[in-house]
T-cell receptor, first 116, second 112 residues
């Protein structure tokens, strides 16, 4: 079975600092990987996705993630945090090996706080 | 930009009552999903639907749950006899070409 582990349920950074949110996945075949953001009382918005093309994926709002097969990781980064980045971030993996149209398996989420 | 819509945004019901949560997926999408998120917990898969039938379901999706696409546009989740533990945010999603699931804003279900 596939799974996702997000290290750190809560990350706090200062405005302008680097954001690093960690995600490790479990799979014997490179799956589709996703990062979603959830603002308070809102639904899930896709930030970026890895679909076995480029290993460095750029998303919206200045976020990017790098797929590292050797480390089974897909960490999310942003060079400079903004107050509006405060939200909960979920890493997800597709359940179908090879990634075609499978349901998503989510990590527990990481709540990002940004201090002024 | 096309989006997934869900109604109602908040549903309050008494334990044992039936509820129907409605979703309108993006029009050219073919795969549809329901997820739920109990307060403070992670998002959990309930069921996926393709070609007018369930393609996959989780352990959570027991006989109390059913899904339907009654008219080619709406996608509904029915809970026959709600329990307190069904209180959660329910998200509908639909999938485009590259397994990119677009989520609706959710329906908050409160069972009293």
């Amino acid at each position: 079975a596939q799974s996702v582990t997000q290290l750190g349920s809560h990350v706090s950074v200062s405005e302008g600092a680097l954001v690093l949110l960690r995600c490790n996945y479990s799979s014997s075949v490179p799956p589709y990987l996703f990062w979603y953001v959830q603002y308070p009382n809102q639904g899930l918005q896709l930030l970026l996705k890895y679909t076995s093309a480029a290993t460095l994926v750029k998303g919206i709002n200045g976020f990017e993630a790098e797929f590292k097969k050797s480390e089974t990781s897909f960490h999310l980064t942003k060079p400079s945090a903004h107050m509006s980045d405060a939200a909960e971030y979920f890493c997800a993996v597709s359940s179908r090996l090879g990634g075609s149209q499978g349901n998503l398996i989510f990590g527990k989420g990481t709540k990002l706080s940004v201090k002024p | 930009e096309p989006e997934v819509t869900q109604t109602p945004s908040h549903q309050v019901t008494q334990m044992g009552q039936e509820v129907i949560l409605r979703c309108v997926p993006i029009s050219n999408h073919l795969y549809f999903y329901w997820y739920r998120q109990i307060l403070g917990q992670k998002v959990e898969f309930l069921v996926s639907f393709y070609n007018n039938e369930i393609s996959e379901k989780s352990e959570i999706f027991d006989d109390q749950f059913s899904v339907e696409r009654p008219d080619g546009s709406n996608f509904t989740l029915k809970i026959r006899s709600t329990k307190l533990e069904d209180s959660a945010m329910y998200f509908c999603a639909s999938t485009g070409v590259h397994n990119e699931q677009f989520f609706g804003p959710g329906t908050r279900l409160t069972v009293l």
